[in-house]
């Protein structure tokens, strides 16, 4: 399942629960987006995409596949069956777009603006508003009556997760979105044998009218307008378990990361770790994450509610045996022989850790930026006077210092909770 620019395979954990019943789904992360690397070089190409695709499918053991990408994902998918057939059973797309040479220019031009985190986060306010505004007008950049969408929302969470993306994705978005806009469009000739592909686009999606353009198609190949998304991902599940068969071979995981499952009376869910198993595991600190933490020759985890961990399934404890049990878990699944724990911060934990919950205007973001850049002044943040001063390297507040911190703190839902639990263990012991 390989998503769109410029998001991640998150876009796909609610269609992955509903199609998880029917085939093993794995979605990765394209290069230069979520978690994965950036492709080396300045200007890499579709193919080099596609290419990467295959590369995982062999990496991980599973072809030929049967395969479904939602628009920047479906060129990519495409490009990769034209390179590699054998590998594919049958794509199912959702919106193929065929642009003409005006609409390749005007793209080229305006839609992949450099992006940058900026010294103040200024780059925040300009990520939210167009995230927000690329529902109401496509593109996003050409604000005229002709261009609105009717799908158009201020929905707070989807905004949110679009922004979460960009962030980690960063300037490496232009690469991977650049990659698709200049790809060549070119559906393969009528006589050509090919696995089959069904291409279809629901009303309100921009590409709905690019299934006009398409033109004739090899055998095994079909288009169609389709009224919703549910009636799109349901014509692509159909198609793809006509033309799929056989049971999925275990995939072949990687060494130095992934998540454990874990369940204990309080929570049940993923942990995230990162480093070398069968040593320690390395705790963060809170409102932090294991990205942030060299693991060296163990293990660093993301403790709920931090991360890439799952959160906590109601309100997190205050208490520290509920985290205690997380953590033995997290332990014992990875061979570990000890834990390393954090440094508690000092401070008010309410003004530590204020609400950063995702509003309308987007002013957590650059609430967040003003945190991870004060606390390398002061100790804590919040007290900006000489007599909290600290000290500091000029290193430490680079740009791209600051974006993984305030990451980091946008995704700790559970940062106050894990201080005041750190804190009443201090007291217990």
């Not at 596949?65 to 590699?84: D, E, Q």
């Not at 998304?229 to 995981?253: C, I, N, V, Y």
């Not at 919950?357 to 957590?364: K, L, Q, V």
Request: aromatic share 10%; hydrophobic share 45%; glycine share 8%.
């Amino acid at each position: 399942m390989v998503h769109q620019s410029p998001r991640s395979s998150a876009e796909y954990e609610a269609l992955m629960h509903n199609w998880g019943t029917q085939f093993t789904c794995i979605a990765p992360d394209t290069p230069g987006f979520g978690q994965s690397d950036p492709l080396s070089g300045d200007d890499p190409s579709i193919e080099d995409f596609a290419d990467a695709i295959v590369a995982l499918i062999d990496a991980l053991g599973i072809g030929p596949v049967a395969a479904y990408g939602f628009h920047s994902g479906g060129i990519i998918l495409v490009t990769a069956l034209k390179r590699h057939p054998e590998k594919f059973r049958a794509l199912a797309i959702g919106g193929y777009a065929i642009w003409t040479p005006q609409e390749v220019a005007l793209f080229g031009e305006h839609y992949l603006p450099p992006f940058l985190p900026s010294s103040y986060g200024e780059h925040l306010t300009w990520l939210w508003n167009r995230m927000l505004e690329q529902s109401w007008f496509f593109p996003w950049f050409d604000v005229r009556p002709e261009t609105w969408l009717s799908g158009a929302h201020a929905d707070v969470a989807r905004v949110d997760a679009a922004v979460r993306e960009m962030l980690n994705s960063g300037a490496a978005y232009r690469a991977g979105y650049g990659a698709v806009l200049r790809a060549p469009r070119d559906i393969p000739p009528v006589d050509a044998v090919t696995p089959p592909v069904l291409i279809t686009a629901y009303d309100g999606d921009p590409l709905q009218a690019h299934i006009d353009r398409l033109g004739a198609m090899p055998k095994g190949w079909a288009a169609a307008k389709v009224a919703c998304p549910a009636e799109h991902h349901a014509a692509s599940l159909a198609f793809l378990k006509q033309h799929a068969s056989g049971d999925a071979p275990p995939a072949r995981g990687a060494e130095d990361e992934g998540f454990v499952a874990i369940t204990t009376d309080h929570f049940a869910g993923l942990i995230h770790w990162r480093g070398r198993k069968g040593g320690a595991v390395i705790l963060h600190p809170p409102g932090s994450a294991a990205d942030l933490t060299d693991p060296g020759d163990s293990a660093a985890i993301d403790l709920p509610g931090h991360g890439l961990s799952d959160a906590w399934p109601s309100e997190p404890p205050e208490s520290w045996p509920a985290w205690q049990q997380v953590i033995d878990a997290a332990a014992e699944a990875l061979g570990a022989t000890s834990v390393i724990l954090p440094a508690v911060p000092p401070g008010n934990p309410e003004l530590l850790f204020p609400d950063l919950t995702p509003d309308r205007f987007g002013s957590y973001l650059t609430r967040a930026w003003a945190i991870v850049r004060a606390r390398h002044f002061f100790d804590p943040w919040y007290e900006a006077n000489a007599a909290h001063a600290r000290h500091f390297d000029l290193t430490e507040i680079n740009a791209d210092m600051l974006a993984r911190e305030h990451r980091a703190l946008i995704r700790a839902t559970a940062a106050r909770p894990y201080l005041i639990a750190l804190r009443s263990r201090e007291g217990e012991s």
